[in-house]
């Protein structure tokens, strides 16, 4: 008498096989979904920029008080520039675009000369952000300071 092999036995996974087929799968199907979202969030945050706070004009928050600290200063966002909020050692603030009118680098504060200087050429600004030395052309634009409650925001100047 002559049976058929049995042929089930070959085609069904090993019982060791399924949770190793279950975790590549896994592994596979995460990396998809990384990868769609690695690619749909910038197109989300272009469509759907975040949103500023409405202060009137071009205001912007610029730093909290108890950020500041006399003959200091902080780099805030204005627009699509860096701004430079600088708080004097008489404790006024004064606030000016950061970007350097020679070639647009991002001047900094410099507490131990109390000026503002520019790295790439040796620029230096005074506290008003009038060009004082080295090869900036221009001033920086200055911009004027608001402190409301613990904020201190900052606009462009209103023309007379
Ligand atoms: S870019 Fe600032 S001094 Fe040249």
Request: charged residues 20%; hydrophobic residues 40%; positive net charge.
């Amino acid at each position: 008498m002559c049976s058929a092999p049995d042929t089930s036995a070959a085609v069904k996974p090993a019982p060791a096989d399924l949770p190793r087929r279950r975790f590549v799968n896994i592994l596979l199907g995460t990396g998809l979904l990384a990868s769609a979202a690695s690619f749909l969030y910038p197109v989300l945050r272009y469509l759907v920029p975040p949103k500023l706070p409405d202060l009137g004009g071009d205001a912007v928050l610029a730093a909290r008080l108890s950020e500041m600290k006399p003959n200091t200063a902080k780099t805030f966002r204005f627009g699509t520039r860096p701004g430079l909020l600088v708080e004097t050692s008489a404790g006024e603030y004064r606030a000016m675009s950061a970007t350097c009118t020679h070639l647009g680098c991002t001047v900094q504060y410099r507490p131990d000369l109390r000026e503002i200087w520019c790295a790439c050429h040796n620029g230096m600004y005074d506290l008003n952000g009038r060009n004082i030395s080295g090869p900036p052309p221009r001033p920086l634009e200055a911009f004027e300071v608001q402190v409301r409650g613990d904020e201190i925001f900052v606009r462009r100047k209103q023309e007379a």
